[in-house]
């Protein structure tokens, strides 16, 4: 079946320990973006990857890092988390180039920061 | 810059309603526009797509058409169902830079029995 898979899907952590998102499809997919979600704002990006080794950061960056060091995997790390980055975050996929195409998303990783 | 709106919810309609949800959206370039829909505890499933100008996307009884010149992409349905229950997304994605979609802040729809 084709998906998009995070882990874990609940985190609850404490300020300023790192801890780490992991994202992963099996669809082949070039591109694969990281998301937040918070009432009233909506989703906003994090990052995104055109390819392996190839990331550039989205609209809100600040506090994360990803790696893209296999087609597959996009994982997102949080050197020290605070609790500002409390949320639901999402990853999603899509195929290479192309604004037409759809982008597929995961189940979702809601954090608590305390 | 790139932005959606959409119609601030929450929406609550008796099964069998027709539904409107209202999106416009401003763009530097060509958009794709697309509705997501999220039911409870799950994430974003694509629910339509429009390309191109005049383009309608429809699916599961769900219409929106692409207009250029009024700048909207409203999500329609004829007779929703309690299974519709759901937060809807509309989102555009311009090509080039990034690729993201952009978001509305979405809208909750509760449909009664």
């Known amino acids: 079946e084709a998906q998009v898979t995070q882990n874990p899907r609940y985190l609850i952590t404490v300020t300023g320990k790192k801890l780490t998102v992991t994202c992963s499809q099996n669809?082949?997919?070039?591109?694969m973006s990281w998301y937040r979600q918070d009432p009233g704002l909506g989703l906003r990006q994090i990052y995104y990857?055109?390819?392996?080794?190839?990331?550039d950061k989205g609209d809100v960056p600040e506090g994360y890092k990803v790696s893209r060091k296999e087609k597959r995997n996009f994982p997102l790390i949080l050197e020290s988390p605070s609790p500002n980055q409390t949320s639901l975050y999402f990853c999603a996929s899509s195929l290479g180039e192309g604004w037409y195409n759809e982008q597929f998303f995961g189940p979702g990783t809601r954090l608590t920061v305390l | 810059g790139n932005s959606v709106t959409q119609m601030e919810g929450p929406v609550t309609l008796s099964e069998e309603a027709f539904l409107t949800i209202n999106c416009t959206y401003t763009a530097t370039g060509y958009p794709s526009l697309f509705w997501y829909v999220q039911y409870p505890g799950e994430g974003l499933q694509l629910l339509l797509k429009a390309t191109k100008a005049d383009d309608k996307g429809s699916n599961k009884g769900f219409e929106a058409t692409y207009r250029k010149e009024t700048t909207s992409f409203h999500l329609e349905k004829g007779s929703v169902q309690v299974s519709d229950s759901a937060v809807y997304f509309c989102?555009?994605?311009?090509?080039?830079?990034?690729?993201?979609?952009?978001f509305g802040k979405g809208t909750k729809l509760t449909v009664n029995p």
């Open positions: 990857s055109m390819n392996v080794e190839v990331t």
């Open positions: 669809m082949n997919h070039e591109y």
């Open positions: 989102a555009l994605r311009i090509q080039g830079g990034s690729e993201k979609l952009v």
